[in-house]
C-alpha cells in the first residue's frame, strides 16, 4: 500500500513537470508575458491560502496585503491546499522589473529581484485567478519583464476637472496592466487644478469657470489630495509626472495675476478649447517676476511630487503677444537671441536650470526643441515622431506620444485598438545606439471633447489594453486576435 501511495506520487509529480500545449489552457494576461509554459494540474486559490515573505520589506508588506485583500474577497474555496511565496533574490537571473511566477499543485512561487518584479508577477497572478469560484490556476512557469520603463497615461484634469477618487481609481486600472506612469496635466487655459499655498488665488480664482459659462464643474487638488495621489501610486509602483503648463496654455493665471502676461490685461477662464496659437497673451518672458512666480510654484510642486521628471508644458505657446512686448523684445536684444522661437528656449532653459538645482529634469512638448533645446531636457514627441527622433539623435531622453497613435481623445474611427496595438515606440529612422534614448510611450487623454467620467472611459479603454501591451512584450510575439480575446475574457471578469 505504501509503495502503491508513492507510486502514484511520482506518477503524479512526472505528470505535473510534463509541459502541455498552451492550447490545453486557457489564461487572459494583458499584457501578454513574455514567456509562459504549462504543465498539467492546478493550484487551487482558497480562502485559506497562506502567504509567505520577507516581513521588514515595507514594500513586499503592501504587495503582500493588496493579494491578501482579494484572497479575502474573490470567489474561491474555503479550502485549499498549498502555500504561495514571494521571494526577492537579488542574484536571481530576471531582467529589470521582471519577475518568475511559478505555480504547482502546492505551491505558488514569485520571485523578483526588486519589489516591483514582485508586484507585476502578483498583477499576473491576480488575472489568473478564475471568476467559476473553483480557485484553480494552471500549473506554469511564467518569465516576464518589461520592454520599456516608461507605460504610462496622461490625464487632463484641468479642461475637465477629474475628482481624486476617479484619478486613484486610474491608478488601480494603470496597475493591473502594469502601467507605471501617470501624467496629470494640471494647468492649462481651462483651469488651475492644484493648490499653492504662495497664490491662494490660483485655486480660489483660476480654478473657477467664468460666470458667462453657467453649468461648468470647477474644482482643484488640494495638496493633501495630492500627497494622497502620490502615496497610493507609489504603492502600486506607478510614478505620479506633474504638468505646469508654461509660457503658453497659460491665460488662467491672468484671471488672477494679469501682472505676469504680456498685455497687463485681465483674463476670463473659459471652458472649451479654441486651438493652437489663438490665445491672444501669454506669460511675459521680459519680466523676471515672472520667472520667481513660476519657481516659487514650482517649490510647492517638487516638494508634493517625488518624480523625476517635472513636465512643463511647452507646447502651442503663441509668440504674438511676445512680438509686440517691449519687455520681451528688450529680453531678445539683451540675451543676443535671434527670435522670439529663442525666446521660447531662453524660457525653458532658465526653468530647466531651476529644476535642476532641486535634483530634478524637465521634460516637455517637443515645441521645446525650437530655439534649441535646454540641456538636460527629454521631449514628450507629440507631433508626430521627428521630435522624437531629433531629440533622440541628440542623445536626450524621449517619451513617444504620437497623435497617430497615442491620442486616445481622438475617435476610434481615426485610431482604432488595433491601430495603437500595431504601435512601435522606436522609430525605424533611429539608429540602433539611438533607440536607447527611447524611454517608452504613453497615451494622452485630453478632456476637452469628453468631459464625463463614462465618455473619458470609454476613449481610454480598450484602447490602452493595446498601448499597455505595445509597452511590455516583445513585438514578435503580438498578435491582434489574440489579444481581443484576452480583452474581452478580462473585461468580462472584472464586470468593466
Ligand atoms: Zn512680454
Not at 290 to 308: A, G, W
Request: glycine share 6%; charged share 25%; with cysteine.
Amino acid at each position: 500500500m505504501k509503495n502503491l501511495t508513492l507510486l502514484s506520487l511520482l506518477i503524479l509529480l512526472v505528470a505535473c513537470n510534463k509541459p502541455v500545449p498552451a492550447g490545453m489552457r486557457e489564461i487572459a494576461v494583458i499584457p501578454k508575458p513574455q514567456t509562459v509554459s504549462f504543465y498539467q494540474g492546478d493550484f487551487v486559490l482558497s480562502h485559506a491560502a497562506t502567504l509567505k515573505f520577507d516581513q521588514s520589506d515595507i514594500k513586499i508588506k503592501e504587495t503582500s496585503d493588496q493579494f491578501m485583500e482579494v484572497v479575502k474577497i474573490g470567489q474561491l474555496p474555503d479550502k485549499g491546499r498549498g502555500t504561495i511565496e514571494f521571494k526577492i533574490d537579488n542574484q536571481a537571473d530576471i531582467k529589470p522589473s521582471g519577475y518568475l511566477l511559478t505555480v504547482r499543485l502546492n505551491k505558488i512561487t514569485i520571485t523578483a529581484k526588486e519589489p516591483a518584479g514582485l508586484f507585476y508577477g502578483v498583477q499576473s497572478l491576480r488575472q489568473l485567478i478564475p471568476t467559476d469560484g473553483s480557485g484553480k490556476i494552471p500549473n506554469l512557469d511564467m518569465a516576464d519583464f518589461p520592454a520599456f520603463g516608461w507605460r504610462g497615461l496622461m490625464l487632463d484634469c484641468s479642461r475637465t476637472f477629474l475628482p481624486k477618487e476617479y484619478v486613484l481609481k486610474y491608478i488601480d486600472r494603470l496597475a493591473a496592466i502594469k502601467m507605471n506612469v501617470l501624467h496629470l496635466h494640471l494647468t492649462d487655459d481651462q483651469g488651475w487644478r492644484i493648490e499653492i499655498k504662495k497664490y491662494p488665488a490660483l485655486t480660489q480664482i483660476c480654478s473657477k469657470f467664468d460666470p458667462q459659462y453657467p453649468g461648468e464643474v470647477n474644482g482643484f487638488y488640494t495638496q493633501e489630495d495630492i500627497r494622497e495621489i502620490v502615496a497610493y501610486a507609489a504603492k502600486n509602483f506607478i510614478t505620479v509626472v506633474p504638468e505646469i503648463e508654461m509660457p503658453g496654455h497659460s491665460t488662467e493665471i491672468f484671471a488672477a495675476y494679469p501682472q505676469f502676461s504680456c498685455t497687463g490685461k485681465k483674463s476670463v477662464v473659459f471652458p472649451f478649447f479654441k486651438g493652437p496659437d489663438v490665445t491672444e497673451d501669454i506669460l511675459c518672458a521680459g519680466n523676471d517676476s515672472v520667472f520667481t512666480f513660476m519657481e516659487d510654484v514650482l517649490s510647492e510642486v517638487i516638494t508634493l511630487f517625488p518624480s523625476e521628471y517635472i513636465h512643463i508644458g511647452g507646447d502651442e505657446a503663441p509668440k504674438a503677444a511676445w512680438k509686440k512686448c517691449p519687455e520681451c523684445q528688450d529680453r531678445i536684444k539683451k540675451e543676443g537671441l535671434k527670435d522670439e522661437a529663442e525666446l521660447q528656449s531662453y524660457f525653458i532653459r532658465r526653468m530647466e536650470k531651476f529644476i535642476n538645482s532641486k535634483g530634478r529634469k524637465l521634460i516637455g512638448w517637443d515645441e521645446i526643441l525650437e530655439g534649441g533645446l535646454a540641456e538636460n531636457a527629454a521631449v514628450m514627441s507629440w507631433r508626430g515622431i521627428q521630435g522624437g527622433i531629433q531629440a533622440a539623435g541628440q542623445g536626450h531622453n524621449v517619451v513617444m506620444s504620437p497623435t497617430s497613435h497615442c491620442y486616445f481623445d481622438y475617435s476610434y474611427e481615426t485610431t482604432s485598438t488595433e491601430k495603437v496595438y500595431s504601435y512601435n515606440p522606436v522609430p525605424r529612422e533611429l539608429a540602433g545606439d539611438k533607440s536607447k534614448y527611447i524611454l517608452g510611450a504613453q497615451a494622452n487623454m485630453w478632456t476637452h471633447i469628453a468631459r464625463t467620467e463614462a465618455a473619458i472611459d470609454a476613449q481610454v479603454f480598450p484602447r490602452l489594453y493595446a498601448l499597455a501591451e505595445v509597452l511590455w512584450t516583445n513585438p514578435a510575439s503580438r498578435n491582434y486576435p489574440d489579444l481581443e480575446k484576452r480583452i474581452s475574457k478580462l473585461t468580462r471578469n472584472e464586470n468593466h
